[in-house]
Every structure is written in C-alpha cells, then in structure tokens.
C-alpha cells in the first residue's frame, strides 16, 4: 500500500498501481526478484513492450485504463476515438486550461505531473532514494564536477505513474543545454522497488541536462527511465531560450522521474511539501502549480 499526500484535500490517500499484482511478484517473490534481474530489467523487454504499444492492437487497451484509474480525458487535446495507439494515449497532450502555469517569476513551478518529494540542504553523496538507501549525485550524473556544484541545494524527486500525464516542462524561463545519455537497467521505480534495488536510480537508462534558469540560477533536469519505459523524448532545442512552462521532452510507457538539483540557498520549498516529505510522504502535484518559492 502506498500512501501519498493531497495538498488539495490536506488528508493522505491510497494510491492505485498499474500493476500491483505483477510488481509485488518482480520485487517481493524469490522467483519474481530472479525473472526480474534476469530479464524483465532488460532493455528487450521494454523495447518489445513499447513496440506493442505503438501499434494499433493496443488502442483497445485505452478505454479499460481510462475507467480503471479515473482519468478525466476531457482535459486531453484528442478525443479516445482518435488515438492511434496505447501510446499515442499515453503521451497525449493537455488543453491549455488543463495546467495553468503560475508566471510570477518568484515562484518554482512543478515540472510535471506526479508525486513529489523534496529534500533541502542535501549532501551531494548521500542523496536519499528511501530510508536507509542513498546514492551520490556524481555516480547519478557520471560528473563529479558538476555534482559538486550543488552541496547544501535542493533536490526534487517527482515519480510519474503509468496513470499520470507524462510530459515534463521547464520550471523557469530560461536556456536549456544539451541532453546526456547514460544507458542503463529498466527498473521499476515504483517504492516497492526502490525499497529494494540500491542505488536504482544511478543503475537504470536515464538522461541529464544543465539549465541556465532566469530566476534561480543553473538547474541540473534528470530524466530516468523505468520498466517498459523504452523511450525518453527530448522535444526542446538546446541553446535556445524557452518560456516557463515550455515542454521540455516526455516519456513513452510506464512509470518513470524526473529529478531537479537547485543550488544552495536559492528557493524555500512550500511548507507542505516540505513538512510531508521530512514525514516520508510523497505530495500529489501537477504541471504549473507552485511547489517553491525564491529567496
């Protein structure tokens, strides 16, 4: 069971996992853990699976996702009848009411949809995957230098589940660099395997980019793939100057995270996130809303 934080309801709730039946086996189950080193954390698995949902078999899937999980497919920009596939579904864009973007140049927006969790005046060799598991920011970036950069900074750690809406923006105004590849596993990173792979972050496929924001300085964007996440698209041009709330890239199926590294004293995160995420508890936030403030 899974519990997060609704800041717009202020109470804890449940909740619901794209299978739950089938992680519990991968990452609880002698057997499952085995199937899972040995194959389902290969990129085969994922690639295979991601082909099948790019074909027109697996629209009939949509719907069933749809009621299973209470997505409100009105806020998406194409009607259910329309997609052409399970991922054409799966990375469909909002309508622009769907996510309004707080412009003040003072406030830190979300990056995405997701469950977030942050983490102040973090040491850049022990940053926090769960309790009692850490992982540095050098071996999650392979740049020792950089990594450096951010001691005493914020991190922000946001899990997009399969049920999300899964395309990730930029959180200020600003230029964007170019994207770093690092090939790795396919992981799930859903808690129930990151209370049990080390440093899963550091170990599967994921991208890296530095971003020269307006109004909290050089931001460092990760993007980490996840199981039958066989693709992260970056849709932005690098050395080209983007607005706040502008798409960054977006991940095809599966759950997946994007991490933010901010320098030292350079924002104050919202009271909320930061009281539930000392507790442990992620906070429920979309695109645009505000999760921080300048200092």
């Not at 999650?140 to 900074?153: D, F, M, N, T, W």
């Amino acid at each position: 069971m899974i519990n997060f934080y609704n800041r717009q309801t202020k109470s804890y709730e449940e909740e619901k996992v794209a299978g739950a039946k089938y992680l519990n086996w991968c990452y609880e189950s002698p057997i499952g853990k085995s199937f899972t080193e040995l194959l389902f954390k290969k990129k085969l698995v994922s690639k295979l699976y991601g082909k099948y949902c790019d074909t027109k078999h697996s629209r009939k899937k949509i719907q069933s996702f749809i009621d299973d999980f209470d997505i409100d497919i009105n806020l998406a920009n194409t009607k259910v009848s329309d997609f052409t596939s399970f991922n054409d579904f799966f990375i469909r864009t909002l309508n622009k009411e769907a996510r309004p973007i707080d412009t003040d140049t003072n406030t830190l927006i979300s990056p995405g949809d997701g469950r977030l969790i942050a983490y102040d005046n973090i040491s850049m060799n022990k940053l926090v995957q769960v309790k009692n598991l850490t992982y540095s920011l050098s071996e999650l970036l392979g740049h020792s230098k950089i990594a450096s950069e951010y001691e005493g900074g914020v991190c922000l750690v946001l899990r997009l589940c399969p049920t999300d809406y899964h395309r990730f923006h930029f959180i200020d105004s600003g230029t964007p660099y170019k994207s770093n590849f690092i090939n790795g596993s396919y992981y799930s990173v859903n808690p129930v395997a990151l209370e049990r792979i080390p440093k899963l972050y550091c170990q599967n496929k994921r991208e890296w980019s530095k971003f020269s924001s307006d109004n909290f300085g050089d931001i460092i964007h990760v993007e980490v793939g996840a199981t039958c996440v066989g693709t992260i698209i970056q849709s932005y041009t690098p050395d080209k100057k983007v607005s706040k709330g502008e798409e960054k890239g977006y991940f095809k199926f599966g759950g997946s995270t994007t991490i933010t590294f901010i320098k030292k004293d350079t924002v104050t995160l919202c009271e909320d996130i930061f009281t539930q995420s000392s507790l442990g508890f992620e906070t429920k936030v979309v695109m645009g809303e505000t999760i921080g403030l300048k200092k």
